[in-house]
């Protein structure tokens, strides 16, 4: 059972314990390095999170499952946002007296209770105060990807509004997400690679109706299964290792006809999580070649080609790599003619970031980079170039194959047509060449 | 905090579209309650409903920014009788905030609430109900017991799951009422009922108000009730439910896997919580089957996985990092070869956290195998040239544990580590040294393919004081296989000058003493200036004590000081930290919990009660089966059931530590007076034992700790000689140092010595050394006689009388039986039965000759009042019988009168 829940920023606090709050402030500040998401101070155990500049804090005196209070701070930020469009510091401070409701409602006495969105709707009667995003920035899944894909005014929407407005558009947004783990080595052969994806779903439709989404016939779960066999993938197929599902979802007929049967909660949730080891056409390949000028000089060329198809682009493209430490300066070549390229040496993170705004299918950039060094160890230095990490983001594309081939939506009523938003994004986790 | 400045652009489309949107964070200075006292009286009977919810936001917005309002309750409690929710909402908070401020007016809001609690909405009866349990004063009780009796039987399932959490609240308020209601049976019904957050409500209440009993008690039918139903409740349901289950031994084997088919889809959820839960489950049912065990380590990797890697990719690093903790429980607790092939998951990535990080190189390292062991290495090796020293260090550390691991590849994966040390990043050698200090413990040859590097090395390149300690201590133990090693070794000897560090200094000392063996004709004006500089310029006793300890060594013999430093080098195999069965065991029973985020057993972070609770769980599902043991060890002074016994039983405990302070302050006294006649003997007389574990911790803790291994030979070989050494040691531990070691015999107050001898369970031979070492006629005796009450009487029944003795008691020593024994059993001489009678104390002792060949059984009496001990002696062994006599008279020591 929980003692205590709060909410913390430099600004806003809501709540409770002040020495808690005290304590666990000066705790997470001076800690070495990244502090742990749960740690113990004189029998009281902390569990937070920070997301949007703010703390999620619970506290508890109890040796309880850290995932059982992790899931309860997430669900409650889900909420919040489901409540108030954005999470923001700003967005709670406007909404505390709706905020407390909130937390009346989802946990009594340290007790989780009323834990979705439509579960509570009932009971909630302040309503939201919206507020005017500053900036185009991320908000339908704010704390799920810090994507800058097609922001919607639509989806700020708070869900308590839904119900009582009649012009509400009825509509559901899916997304398909792949977050791509990449290594290569220095000669360009991949190491490790990996496919970490989700299927998201935000519904607006009245009602909440049952949905049945239908995925790829020839998705396969499980290496084993792939028939296959050698743990390579089978052509034409797309093989799964391992993917869990939402509590709200049926998966009886995935297996026969990959079709899942889903009650959707209200606001967004995440339908299933899969993920993919191994082989697969990687969107990028990077070719870091050093030459060592002279004993003071260095220099690194850096190809770097997209294998997608010409049709789609890369956004947000940015190429890193840690320089020397002996470094004094640094210069660049930019591709001449191009629009959109940027290249800054970074001296206090002893690192060079070279940013592409748009990068096509199928084209192939290069960057020259010259370092100068301090004293005469270029040799010695050559080992301390790279590796090469790359942030990218592929709007409409996703590597995996997995594909939402339709979503049927089961409903009584006449004439209703809900709009349905397919969006699919590929992203960057951990996109990385060695040198 | 800040005011919001102008929030009125921001808003847009709230409930007061038409009327510029509140402003709630503004600056108020004092006075404003006031206005606001008037406000509230002005708008009570204002129609424009928004209007009065307005103000009534205002004052919450206040009550949040910590500013007082309470003056507003009255006004409050008035306003609170409206039909509009949304008031009633923000009131109620406010009433409950400032309740026990205001105990008096409370009661008036008690009434509003009691109200409410009969409102055909059952919204706001749940409202009520809800905030009614919240009060928290003196006198609150009568009301609420009603309203909960009423709320636990509503036909809403929203207002009796208010009801049941009022239960606890009411439970905690007062225990004494809550025993005279039924509260306890209903609650046990409503496990039962049909809607899902009833029955776990219930069940938490239960496990919160029996916590001191262990909680709920799980029987069969609950189990299985619930587990047919574990899909009609959420996530944090269906976690108490698998909790629950974990707790839980089915009665057949059959039914274990029901259960476990029942619960295998569980491990498809995408919540943690509840695959982490449905893990623990398998894991206790299947806890005494090693197969069975193995299969389910299969059976959870690939889902495990998945939790780590999607909440990886949604950012959610804090499930992340439990699942990991979890993760590296597994494969260090046998799980590893499962892992084995997903190796590459625990690669890390750049942009996580440090936490997450460290984690996956630990697992890198227990999950690599001959398989990967390639790749891994070629990975971590990435790492040691990261931007990140942490890493690199942490990195190479995993190297460390590898080699240890993996005997086998142990060769092929040292000869990385050579190449960190030509890379002369500081911080990487350092910890590179750090780490061969470790493994050159295990793998002694291993030494020669270091032996260039080692030489090499320059001395700024190793920072901190363990990298230095770790060098010297290579330097010394491998010092004639290193050329230079003198001259490094002198070069950080005067980099210490200052003697800054004394974990350093003590390193560099034991490595010089060692080396000074090897080494001589270059070490021998090191080592003397050392200690020269030791004993003369340093504060620090212990380090000081050391330098005097060796000197004196060294004065003895040096042969003998040669044959325990340099004794033979025992090999290390497994090391402690990385077999730490015992704790791994009870993370296992822990398992899902903080103890395995923390990676420590909960009693090292619950406090006092809650504490005790887990206890009690423990002691009631873990008390049978391979838990039973970890369990055991740690409920000693188990609390009982009840919180009144729990306090008796904590009195109790007192008292009987009053007890052991009286009896210990009786052999204080007892040592105190006796030690007078022995002082007179010889002051080498003092020596104990206590000595020796002081020395042995010394030098455990600052060397390598091999040396530790040779400390009780040297008091056993140098009883003469290094007696007054090692007693001056310890006085001069307390006392300051008394710079003229020839002055062995100056009488000193041992009396503390004393009573820490008679207190220790050491063999030693404190007691009327002087008069053993002239007879000189011991035998010796075996610290495990088989012997038992039965074989005694048989054999005390069938022998002959062999002695019959009777010796003078010193007079001024009052003691009882126990001191007696333990004073025997010192010398290994054990008492069957005891027993006290006016002032004689009776006692039956037995012995065995170390070899098992003979017995000895005495009959004791020790009359205080005439001060006579008479003993006689029966053996099975006659010749040695009167050699026996003595051990006794050493054993009595100073009770008797010389």
Known sequence: MLSQFFILSARVRLDLGRETSEIFFRKVKFWKGDPPPCFTVEGINFFYTKKFGIFFVATTKHNVSPSFVMDILYRMMKVFRDYCGVLNEESIRKNFVLIYEIIDEIIDYGHPQLMTTENIKQFIVNEAILIQQKQQTSNFRPNIFSSNTIPSTAIQRPLSQITDKKNMKNEIFVDIFEKLTVLFNANGFVINSSIDGVIQMKSYLQGNPELRLVLNDDLVVGRANAGGGGGGQVVGSVVLDDCNFHECVDVRDFEAMKTLTINPPDGEFLVMNYRINGDYATPFRIYPFIDEISQYKLQLTLKVRATFPPDHFATQVLVKFPVPRQTTNVTFEIPKGIQGHSAEYKQTEQLTEWAIKKFQGGVEHTLIVKITLKNPTATECRKEIGPVSMNFEIPMYNVSNLQVKYLKIASTQKNYNPYRWVRYVTQSSSYVCRT | ?898
Not at chain 2, 57 to 86: C, F, N, Q
Not at chain 2, 195 to 205: G, H, S, T
Not at chain 2, 667 to 686: M, P, R
Not at chain 2, 828 to 854: P, T, V
Request: hydrophobic share 40%; with cysteine; proline share 3%.
């Open chain 2, 1 to 898: 905090m800040n005011p919001a400045g102008n929030i009125g652009s921001g808003a847009a489309g709230s409930s007061a579209s038409t009327l510029p949107p509140p402003q709630f964070f503004v600056d108020h200075k004092k006075g404003e309650v006031n206005e606001l006292k008037q406000l509230l009286r002005a708008v009570s009977l204002d129609k424009d409903i928004n209007k009065r919810r307005d103000v009534i936001k205002k004052v919450i917005a206040y009550m949040t920014l910590g500013i007082d309002v309470s003056r507003l309750y009255p006004e409050m409690v008035k306003a609170s009788m409206t039909d509009d929710v949304v008031m009633k909402k923000m009131i109620y908070l406010y009433l409950i905030n400032y309740a026990e401020q205001n105990q008096e007016l409370a009661i008036l809001a008690i009434n509003t609430f009691l109200m409410d609690c009969k409102q055909q909405n059952h919204k706001i009866r749940g409202l009520a109900l809800r905030s009614l349990c919240s009060l928290r004063f003196e006198g609150v009780q009568q009301y609420l017991q009603q309203a909960i009796q009423e709320g636990l039987n509503d036909v809403d399932p929203y207002v009796k799951k208010t009801a049941i959490i009022g239960c606890v609240k009411f439970y905690h308020m007062s225990k004494k009422d809550f025993k005279k209601t039924d509260f306890l049976d209903t609650l046990y019904k409503l496990t039962k009922d049909h809607d899902a957050l009833v029955v776990i409500n219930a069940i938490e209440a239960i496990n919160e108000i029996r916590a001191n009993k262990g909680g709920i008690d799980i029987q069969r039918p609950l189990v299985i009730h619930l587990l047919n139903r574990i899909k009609d409740f959420n996530e944090w349901g269906q976690s108490i439910i698998l909790d629950l289950t974990s707790k839980y031994t089915p009665s057949t084997q059959e039914e274990m896997y029901d259960i476990m088919n029942l619960l295998e889809d569980r491990f498809k959820h995408a919540s943690s919580s509840v695959v982490l839960g449905a893990v623990k489950v398998f894991l206790h049912l299947t806890k005494d089957d090693e197969i069975l065990c193995r299969q389910v380590f299969e059976r959870l990797q690939a889902p495990l996985i998945t939790l780590m890697t999607s909440s990886e990719t949604t950012e959610s690093y804090e499930v992340s990092f439990n699942v990991l903790s979890h993760i590296h429980l597994l494969v260090v607790k046998g799980a590893n070869q499962v892992f084995e092939s997903e190796y590459k998951h625990f690669f890390i990535k750049y942009d996580e956290p440090s936490y997450i990080k460290n984690l996956k190189l630990e697992i890198l390292a227990y999950v690599a195998s001959p398989n990967n062991i390639q790749e891994i290495v070629n990975e971590l090796s990435e790492y040691v040239t990261d931007v990140n020293a942490e890493i690199a260090k942490k990195s190479i550390k995993c190297f460390g544990t590898i080699i240890i691991r993996l005997t086998k590849m142990s060769k092929t994966v040292a000869a990385q580590l050579r190449n960190f040390l030509s890379l002369r990043i500081s911080y990487v050698t350092t910890e590179t040294v750090i780490v061969l200090k470790d493994i050159l413990r295990k793998y002694r040859n291993f030494i020669d393919d270091f032996i260039p590097f080692f030489s090499k090395i320059s001395l700024d390149q190793i920072i901190e004081v363990e990298g230095k300690c770790a060098y010297a201590w290579i330097l010394g133990e491998f010092g004639e296989s290193i050329d230079e090693s003198p001259y490094i070794l002198e070069k950080m000897i005067e980099e210490q000058k200052e003697f800054n560090s004394v974990k350093l200094s003590g390193v560099l000392l034991t490595a010089t003493f060692k080396l000074f063996f090897k080494r001589a004709p270059e070490v021998q004006r090191i080592l003397g200036s050392l200690l020269e500089s030791l004993i003369k310029n340093v504060n620090e006793t212990d380090l000081k004590q050391r330098a005097v300890f060796y000197f004196r060594l060294l004065k003895t013999d040096v042969g003998l000081a040669e044959k325990i430093v340099t004794g033979s080098q025992e090999k290390i195999h497994e090391f402690y930290e990385d077999k730490n069965e015992e704790l791994r065991e009870r993370l296992f029973l822990e398992f899902n919990s903080l103890s395995v985020v923390y990676q420590k057993p909960s009693e090292r972070f619950l406090k006092d009660q809650i504490l005790r609770q887990a206890q009690a769980i423990e002691k009631k599902y873990y008390s049978k089966g391979r838990w039973a043991k970890s369990v055991r060890e740690r409920t000693v002074g188990q609390p009982d059931d009840d919180e009144e016994q729990a306090e008796a039983t904590n009195k109790i405990k007192v008292t009987e530590q009053q007890q052991t302070v009286a009896s210990l302050d009786d052999l204080l006294d007892f040592g105190g007076s006796s030690s007078q006649s022995n002082i007179t003997q010889n002051s080498s007389n003092t020596n104990t034992t206590q000595p020796i574990d002081l020395l042995g911790d010394l030098d455990l803790g600052a060397s390598s700790g091999n040396m530790g291994g040779y400390q009780p030979q040297v008091l056993q070989n140098n009883n003469n000689v290094g007696g007054g050494l090692i007693s001056d040691d310890l006085i001069n531990t307390t006392a300051a140092y008394n710079q003229n070691m020839q002055k062995q015999s100056v009488p000193k107050q041992p009396t503390v010595n004393y009573a820490l001898d008679s207190l220790s369970g050491f063999d030693n031979n404190m007691f009327g050394l002087g008069k053993a070492q002239q007879t000189n006629q011991l035998v010796e005796l075996t610290p495990t006689p088989d012997i038992d009450s039965e074989r005694f009487q048989q054999l005390w029944m069938q022998l002959p009388e062999c002695q019959n003795i009777q010796k003078p008691l010193r007079q001024d020593v009052i003691f009882q039986c126990s001191d007696v024994e333990q004073l025997l059993a010192q010398h290994r001489i054990y008492c069957m039965a005891s027993g006290q009678i006016g002032n004689e104390l009776k006692f039956f002792f037995y012995a065995q000759l170390m070899d098992k060949s003979g017995y000895f059984l005495l009959e004791t009496l020790l009359n205080q009042q005439t001060s006579v001990l008479t003993s006689n002696l029966k053996t099975t062994r006659t010749d040695v019988g009167l050699a026996f006599l003595n051990n006794l008279y050493k054993g009595f020591g100073t009770l008797l009168l010389q």
